[in-house]
Structures are given as structure tokens and as C-alpha cells.
Nanobody, 114 residues
Framework: VQLQASGGGLVQPGGSLRLSCVAS????????LAWYRQAPGKQRTYVAQ???????NVADSVKGRFTISRDNDKNTVYLQMNNLKPEDTAVYYC?????????WGQGTQVTVSS
């Protein structure tokens, strides 16, 4: 499974971004697509996930601001990020879990700054 994330960039505080991650290759169901982030000098942390059965979970730290969704026909997961804060600055990674295997994408940089 290969994962290609996109949509990152520079945004002012209070702004919005939508990240996308496309899965390709042998991407069987059931599966879980998720987003993680890693700020400079910090460990990678969980952001949100969505199963192929459309069950969702969002970390408390972003709940109410971030929304995860997916298009199963396109094998794509999205992360809509609203009301962004400087502390949201990080490299955002998507991951895919298929059975016992875990795959990672290359990451996309999100910078929130005025």
C-alpha cells in the first residue's frame, strides 16, 4: 500500500486547510485510515481515524475543529482543519492499517503563523 498526502501549506491563525491522502496498491477492506502529526522536536501524535465502515474518532485536542472523512471509491481520506492555531503546526502524516500491517505516507507540512 502506498499513501500520498497533500494539502499542507502556510495559513494564518483562524484559517482552514483540507488535507488529502490517497491510498493505492493492494488496499483491502476492512481497513483504517488515520492522520497523525509531528511537531518540531516532539513525538508523533494521533489526530483522527476513520474505518472503511465509516466509524470515526478524533483526538480531544482537535475535536470540534478537525473533521475526518473518506471517499471509499477513491481510497482517499480527508482532514478538514478549521480555526487553526499556531500549536497545530506540524508535519501531518496519513497511515493505513490493513489487517496487521501498518503503512505510512510521506507527510505534508502545515504551518500556522501570522
Amino acid at each position: 500500500v502506498q499513501l500520498q498526502a497533500s494539502g499542507g501549506g502556510l495559513v494564518q491563525p483562524g484559517g482552514s486547510l483540507r488535507l488529502s491522502c490517497v491510498a493505492s496498491g493492494r488496499f483491502d477492506s476492512p481497513n483504517t485510515l488515520a492522520w497523525y502529526r509531528q511537531a518540531p522536536g516532539k513525538q508523533r501524535t494521533y489526530v483522527a481515524q476513520m474505518t472503511s465502515g465509516v466509524a470515526t474518532n478524533v483526538a480531544d485536542s482537535v475535536k470540534g475543529r478537525f473533521t475526518i472523512s473518506r471517499d471509499n471509491d477513491k481510497n482517499t481520506v480527508y482532514l478538514q482543519m478549521n480555526n487553526l492555531k499556531p500549536e497545530d503546526t506540524a508535519v501531518y502524516y496519513c497511515s493505513a492499517r490493513v489487517g496487521n500491517a501498518l503503512y505510512w505516507g510521506q507527510g505534508t507540512q502545515v504551518t500556522v503563523s501570522s
